[in-house]
């Protein structure tokens, strides 16, 4: 099985139209996380004079510096560099979900070209780290898979018009769950699906280092000052955010930037450590990755849902497996916030959530 990757890449232009300088933008992000343009450079297999050449002429291109050279302390950026490395930074995590599933499309029309296989299982999930490891495994393990990321609400969806076999379900633990589960109940089939655990994880609020607001907790979202940037409509993050500021009594109409939405928790990390929004609500692996403050609000189980006949099939055994190896589950430990234990478990839903029994007639909902 042939393993395929995209990568967004973006290039500067000038009014004429020619290139400007194809290898500024990474040589910027390297001199942000080396501090200094000698490491930079030889990260990236330039030579000095060639890196410092670029530097050069990305001045000349914008009339201001880009980076700054200190005495005893290596290479800064400018803010101007800066903005340009977290763009950079925002459009990979912006676009690298979309791309990873045109990869894994492509992925799978090549192996059913080559071996003629039907028995491709399509997962639609959102996009979390353990998902992407799950990927991972299944490329080194040669376990062909459609993934497509969609959130919570369309996963659902898909699965019950037969345009999936796994569909990525996470809910709250504690107070919070009977109220998700309300939320999603007129698209739960209790009856004829099964869960399959994947990992606990925490979610909790994103915000700069230090945490300069003084942003304790949601109810500090409605601050006047605090700026907020959400994730899109039907996605489990905001249906958790909902029903925490429903706890806290707020509107979310009172919150600066509810309405300003990006699609990944990373996408929100990088829209937060730009300086664009003072917090978000995501996943910790994302908080650490733009080194972050994280502040843990809620912890929940994301599963898989599937109908019950699909356990059977040899394809889904075989994910089974991975899904409980001991090196799967070693590397979901690794994420930070995040919990393998019962990895893999073949879950009643009502095994997994005992409210659903009293649970309120189809089609109602809390949120």
Known sequence: ???????????LERDDGRQLMPHLVSLLAKVHETHTLSAASAQMGLSYRYAWGLLQ????????????????????LTPLGEKLVWADKRIAARLSPLLDSLASELEVEVERALSHAQSILRLHASHGFAVQTLRQSLQHEQVPIDLKYRNVQEALGSLNSGSCDLAGFH??????????LQHYLQMLRPDKQRLVHLATRRQGLMVAPHNPKNIGGVADLARPGVSYVNRHEGSGTRLLLDLLLQREQLDGRAIQGYDNCEFTHAAVAAYVAS????????????????EL??????RERYFFICNAKLLDAPMMRRILDILRSREFQRAVNALPGYDSAGCGEVLGMAEAFPELAQAAPRGRKTV
Do not use: C, H, N
Not at 1 to 11: A, E, G, N, Y
Not at 57 to 76: D, H, I, N
Not at 293 to 298: E, H, K, R, S, T
């Open 293 to 298: 403050d994280f502040l843990p609000v809620a």
């Open 275 to 290: 300086g664009m929004a003072d917090a978000g609500l995501g996943v910790e692996p994302a908080a650490r990755r733009f």
């Open 57 to 76: 002429e990305g001045q000349q291109a914008f009339g201001v510096p880009l980076v700054k050279m200190v005495r005893g302390r290596g290479a800064q």
């Open 1 to 11: 099985m042939l393993k395929m990757s995209i990568k967004p890449q973006w290039q």
């Open 171 to 180: 809910v709250p633990l504690g107070e919070l769950q009977p109220l998700a």
